[in-house]
């Protein structure tokens, strides 16, 4: 019964992506090669399902105003990225995902008949609904903000699906969902996009594991790094296995900072990107960064840049 009813709505959302906006809009501020996809379907959506299927086409270099993670159901096709004269292969299982203004051209191999499902994001849904649930993982945030701070990012990611059982069904299940649209399907989709983005995280993670640290500083630091939200000197301690004190007195000896001012560090970071690279209010992103409330995070921002997060946009 629900291959029947993917089948069917694969196919019906085949049909439907010609009907999409993909019209090529001149990018403001970039040259004659300088194209670009705005927000394809209709405007009271957040989250497009969309099903490409290609027989052999070669793609205008382009670029987004949306996030999109593209997932090679059947088949394989190539990327091209100007910046650095590099051709890809994205095969069957494998993910592709671009930010906003991440410029490429696809091409889709002939006599090679391929299968691309598209999940696609808008901006602001993004940065408020998910962000904020990804933000553990430093290199995958500063990846999706990158684009908003550096307008002509080139950046992508790719990577092969080694689990790929909970991912390709989560995808299949948002596949149904957008084909047989319903009322409430915007407000189905985001929970299944959020399972699917966490997932692809973990793969991100694993795909990208950082070298092992020998110094136990440098491990503490990464561990900071990831929960940088929550994280305690009780917690680093219990994790591990050492007494608070002897924490404190290690990162002094070998960083030359104490837990709190590595914390701010982290959090002062973050804070950048995201007052440069979204429109979250300055609430949404104390409250993303950990702190209880907004007057705290003005305060530690203005006692770390010496300007508030206002005066600091204005001169930066």
């Not at 705005?38 to 957040?46: F, L, Q, R, S, V």
């Not at 494998?94 to 299968?115: K, R, S």
């Not at 430093?138 to 689990?163: A, M, V, Y």
Request: glycine fraction near 6%.
């Amino acid at each position: 019964m629900r291959n029947g009813k993917l089948k069917s709505a694969l196919l019906t959302l085949q049909e439907q992506f010609p009907t999409l906006d993909w019209t090529y809009h001149d990018h403001p501020g970039g040259g004659p090669q300088e194209k670009m996809y705005k927000w394809p379907g209709p405007p009271e959506e957040d989250i497009l399902v969309c099903v490409h299927k290609s027989g052999g086409q070669q793609e205008l270099f382009h670029r987004h105003d949306f996030f999109y993670f593209n997932y090679t159901y059947q088949g394989e096709y190539d990327s091209l990225s100007y910046k650095y004269d590099n051709r890809i292969t994205i095969r069957e299982k494998e993910l592709y995902a671009g930010q906003p203004f991440a410029g490429h051209a696809l091409c889709v191999h002939d006599n090679q008949e391929t299968i691309i499902i598209g999940i696609l994001i808008r901006k602001e849904t993004f940065f408020r609904t998910f962000l904020p649930m990804l933000s553990a993982n430093s290199g995958l945030f500063h990846f999706f903000l990158n684009p908003t701070t550096h307008s002509f990012s080139q950046e992508f990611i790719h990577f092969k699906i080694t689990d790929d059982h909970g991912i390709r069904s989560l995808l299949e299940m948002m596949v149904i969902e957008y084909a047989f649209t319903k009322p409430d399907t915007q407000d189905v989709l985001k929970p299944l996009a959020l399972s699917f983005l966490m997932l692809v995280a973990r793969q991100y993670a694993l795909a990208n594991r950082p070298p092992v640290c020998e110094r136990v500083s440098d491990q503490i630091v990464q561990f900071v790094s990831e929960r940088f939200d929550t994280v305690t000197l009780q917690d680093i301690a219990e994790h591990f296995s050492y007494h608070p004190n002897y924490v404190s007195t290690l990162l002094r000896k070998e960083l030359g900072k104490s837990f709190s001012s590595l914390l701010l560090e982290q959090r002062m970071d973050r804070a950048v990107v995201l007052l440069k690279g979204t429109t979250l209010s300055v609430e949404e992103i104390a409250l993303m960064l950990g702190y209880s409330n907004s007057s705290n995070f003005y305060k530690a921002f203005k006692d770390f840049y010496g300007n508030t997060p206002r005066e600091y946009l204005a001169v930066n």
